[in-house]
């Protein structure tokens, strides 16, 4: 007999969401990003060609490679300064434990990088362990407070985030505890939905008015990011750039997020490779490039991906699915509380249920004691430090003596898509396809 | 009190200028011809009263904690923008937004309010003389909103805590907002408010207290719930 067989388009996945969406009468809610198989082009379509003949390496283990980094060099008076090219990003206090960002900050720092607030406002045992202090302006503008702002080092005005732009952020009613309400300016326990749109400006010309209020009440010192999750990117730079951005932020499609509905994580926005791409496309066809920095974020897991996205025209790399991942996310332990949410080690995208097994997204106290910050804090460091060890062991091996001195042409495409996405020639040939 | 010139200087040098003299403890400042340039006082942290002798732009006001900012003329969008306290007065008219995100302080509006007033409000009081545009109260988290004139469409759309009070005809409530009863301390309450607010001679001119009609959130869009899928379909 014929086996029996599955359709292809009415997949077992597809049978069962159809049915919980017809449970439940909502659309699916979840946590960690896209989950596809990616099918298009991605870092991993990208090879370095290391030095042979034609260019000379340097000492892999012993020659120095800069991995300093500056950000903000455009207009603000006190650029940020890090050691390393791998910085944390914003995640708020509210989606993530007052532990995790603790140990992020104190991690963060411990590596010589930044961490950045998030759609809740600034904790104060955050600022105080971080070393660099990036202070985000939302369109829900939860906890604003105009005396951490002058307490950050720089400020990111963020229209968008690539798990899903064009919507505002989520926090789930379980995850709204007394104090997640208090700093919000909530009711205790509401289904937090943010604005998508900022309150006191809709467009990039209004913007320009905006960047220069924060400008003025920070005495123009602190540079001014703006983050923008990938979708028009070529034009979104440029208007970006124009309103005076001294850094913009690019957060690709496999961006990360605690809570958003499952169609934006996976089928909204640009790639992060792409995103790259064409926020360098933009600077350059602007005559900005290298005056104005960019951040690439979205789905880096490594130094390779960081070191990747740097040759393609990024001065720096946000992580935040990483980060959570080295404060034990999806790490086998504690393996019936991944169940009892629906869960399992290494299938966990349940941050959005407030109930993490390993106490990162969770405002419960047991929780979150889980989680140890100062075990947390090492981790994080560690991890920020291998991924700068790794970026320095490729750059060296093409010959650079600055992590920054990475660029396309030390890199081949693996397929013709990426060829033509990134402008390097496809391997095999010495042809740049579509270009 | 000391005079500032804006007229020839930069907004940059003004705003220096404005912190310069309160730093000298001076605690009047009048800013002549502001030339309705944008970001005027924004980020004053201290107890201190500036006035300014025209029109202001964009976000005046914006980021305060503490002063009390006279605009004797019209503001444009933005007004106060997040303040934490303190007290923002204008004689004329205020652009879209105004009073976008306050945490805390006083907002007074003697003429007109336009769009979104009191967008995503998270504290203190906002007081309109006159009337405002459409979408006001937009996702309104706490504080009070008052408009003693008419309001625009969409009033009071998706709001959290905020308790809205109007003295004229509202246009259309939006998605999820409900009159409520105002009860005779509550009149009282509104009372002390715009009497000590708003001058006497505006104040004469408005409704009695007990007459606005107060506008709170149906809370029906706090947690999602099927049976009220029209609701979350509707929602701005
Ligand atoms: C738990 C979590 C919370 C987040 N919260 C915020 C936030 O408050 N504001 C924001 O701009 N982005 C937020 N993001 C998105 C990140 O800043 C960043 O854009 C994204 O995580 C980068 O992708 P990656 O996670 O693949 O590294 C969050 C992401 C995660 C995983
Ligand atoms: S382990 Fe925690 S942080 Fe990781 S996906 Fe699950 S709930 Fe989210």
Known sequence: MAELQNSAIFAPRVIEEIQAKAESGLYAIRGFGTLRERRWPTFDDLTFLPCSLT??????????????TVLGTRFAQKPIQLDIPVMITGMSWGALSYNAKVALARGAAAAGSSNTTGDGGMLKAERDNSRTLIYEVLPSRYG???????????IELTIGQGAKPGTGGLLLGTKVSDRIAEQRDLPIGVDQRSAARHPDFLGPDDMIIKVEELREATDWQIPIFIKLGASRVYDDVKLAAKAGADVIVVDGMEGGTGASPAIFQEHTGLPTLAAVCEARSALQDIGLYGDVQLIIAGGIRDGVDAAKAMALGADACYIGTASLIALNCNKPMYEDDYRAIGAAPYACHHC???????????????????????????????????????????????????????????????SLEASAICGVPLVGTRKVFGH | MVEIDAAGRTTREVNRAIRQRIAESCKEVVLRNPGARHNLAVAILEDAHIRIAGSAGYYCGGLIDGPSIEVEGSAGWGLAESMLSG???????????????????????????AARLGVSMKGGIVIVAGNCGYMAGFMAQKGTLIVCGNAGEAFADSMYATVCYVGGEIANLGTDAVIAPIDAGEAQ???????????????????????FKKVVAGRKLWNFDKREWRTWQEAL
Not at chain 1, 144 to 154: F, G, K, Q, T
Not at chain 2, 196 to 201: D, I
């Open chain 1, 55 to 68: 260019r000379i390496p340097l000492e892999g283990y012993r020659e120095k490679c800069s991995t300093k």
């Open chain 1, 144 to 154: 604003i407070n105009i005396h951490h702002m002058r307490m950050a080092d720089a």
């Open chain 1, 352 to 414: 959005h249920t407030g109930r993490c097994p390993v106490g990162i997204t969770t405002q419960d106290p047991e929780l979150m004691k889980r989680l140890e910050v100062e075990d947390g804090a090492e981790r994080v460091r560690n991890f920020l430090q291998v991924m700068t060890l790794e970026i320095q062991m490729l750059a060296r091996s093409c010959g650079k003596s600055d992590v920054h001195h990475l660029e396309p042409e030390d890199m081949a495409a693996l």
């Open chain 2, 87 to 113: 007290t923002v007065r204008v004689h004329g008219s205020a652009g879209s937004g105004a009073a976008a995100a306050v945490r805390g302080g006083t907002v007074v509006i003697h003429g007109d309010a």
């Open chain 2, 189 to 211: 309450q509104l009372e002390k408010i715009l009497s000590t607010h708003l001058p006497a001679t505006l104040r004469s001119t408005k409704p009695a207290a007990a007459d």
